[in-house]
C-alpha cells in the first residue's frame, strides 16, 4: 500500500473543511449530508471518510479552527482600544447576514453540544481562549491605567463578557438587540477600569 503524503493528507482536509463549511452555511447543519460535503469538494464520499469518521466530526474541526477574536483583544493596550473593539464585536451582531443561514447553524450548533459532549467539549474550549483573552485584556488596561482593585477588574471582565454573549444569543434568537443600550453599559464598564474602587471618587 503507498505511504501517504502528510503535506498532501493535509490539504486534502482542509479541502473538506472549506467544502463543509460552505454547504453547512448554506443548507444548515440538519439538512447538509456528507454526500453534499463530498460533491462540494470535489471528492468521492470514501475519500472523506479516510478523513473524516462523521458530520460530527467534520463539524467539531470546524469549531476547532474558528476565529475567536484573540488576536484583535491581544491588541488592546488601553481603554480607547478596548472599547472600540467591544463596539466591533457588538456592532458585527447587527449585520443583516448573521439574521440568515449563519444564524441558524449557529444555533443547530448549540443544539448538538446540548447532546454531543465531544462537540460541547471544543465549544467550551473556544469560549475559554474568549474569555481568557478579554480578562487578560482588561487586566493589562486596567494595569495601565492604574486601576490597583484586581477584583473590581475582573468583573467589569465579566460583565463585558455577558454583554457580548447576551447581544449574540439575542442575534441568534431574534430579538431585537437595543445596541445603543449595549454600547452605553460597554462603555460605562470601560470607563469604570479608570475610576477609583465603587463608592469612591
Known amino acids: 500500500m503507498p505511504k501517504r503524503d502528510p503535506s498532501h493528507m493535509a490539504a486534502v482536509r482542509q479541502q473538506i473543511l472549506t467544502a463543509a463549511r460552505a454547504v453547512f452555511e448554506r443548507k444548515g447543519l440538519y439538512e447538509a449530508s456528507v454526500s453534499d460535503v463530498s460533491k462540494e469538494a470535489g471528492l468521492s464520499v470514501g475519500s472523506l471518510y479516510v478523513h473524516f469518521r462523521s458530520k460530527e466530526a467534520i463539524l467539531v474541526a470546524l469549531i476547532e479552527t474558528a476565529d475567536f477574536n484573540g488576536v484583535p483583544l491581544a491588541g488592546c493596550n488601553n481603554t480607547a482600544d478596548l472599547l472600540a473593539l467591544v463596539e466591533t464585536i457588538l456592532r458585527q451582531q447587527e449585520v443583516p447576514d448573521t439574521a440568515g443561514q449563519a444564524a441558524r447553524t449557529a444555533l443547530e450548533v448549540a443544539a448538538i453540544a446540548r447532546r454531543s459532549p465531544e462537540v460541547q467539549a471544543v465549544v467550551i474550549q473556544n469560549y475559554e481562549k474568549l474569555r481568557s483573552a478579554l480578562f487578560d485584556a482588561v487586566l493589562r488596561v486596567g494595569e495601565r491605567a492604574a486601576k490597583r482593585n484586581k477584583d473590581e477588574v475582573l468583573a467589569i471582565g465579566e460583565s463585558l463578557l ?25 462603555r460605562m464598564l470601560v470607563t469604570r477600569l479608570h475610576a477609583g474602587p465603587a463608592g469612591r471618587k
Open 162 to 186: 455577558s454583554l457580548l454573549i447576551a447581544a449574540q444569543a439575542q442575534m441568534l434568537i431574534g430579538v431585537p438587540l437595543v445596541m445603543e443600550a449595549k454600547i452605553a453599559a460597554a
